[in-house]
């Protein structure tokens, strides 16, 4: 059975920076196109980022130019860099994947606010 754990969430200020992580066990993460979704509070969850297998990315407009994903298939993690962070990206963020089965991970809260 596979599994997602997010980590990396927290409180930062708005233009400030913060990089989640999403360890994958139990999946063939090596060929798994791999994504980051969100969900803001009374808002339907949203894509972000996805990465392929060939590390080919695709960016939301909204994170375009301010985030980046990225994956290292020896540590069988994917990691998303946020950078100049506004209040408008406070959600939970999750890690995504449906290559061969689907799976989500917990979810972790990024609040940004000063």
């Known amino acids: 059975q596979g599994q997602l754990v997010e980590s990396g969430g927290g409180l930062v200020q708005p233009g400030g920076s913060l990089r989640l992580s999403c360890a994958a066990s139990g999946i063939i993460f090596s060929s798994s196109i791999m994504a980051w979704y969100r969900q803001a509070p009374g808002m339907q969850r949203e894509w972000i980022a996805t990465?392929?297998?060939?590390?080919?990315?695709k960016y939301a407009d909204s994170v375009k130019g301010r985030f980046t994903i990225s994956r290292d298939n020896a540590k069988n993690t994917v990691y998303l860099q946020m950078n100049s962070l506004k209040p408008e990206d406070t959600a939970v963020y999750y890690c995504?994947?449906?290559?061969?089965?689907?799976?989500w991970g917990q979810g972790t809260q990024v609040t940004v606010s000063s």
């Open positions: 995504h994947t449906n290559t061969y089965r689907t799976y």
């Open positions: 990465i392929t297998s060939g590390s080919r990315t």
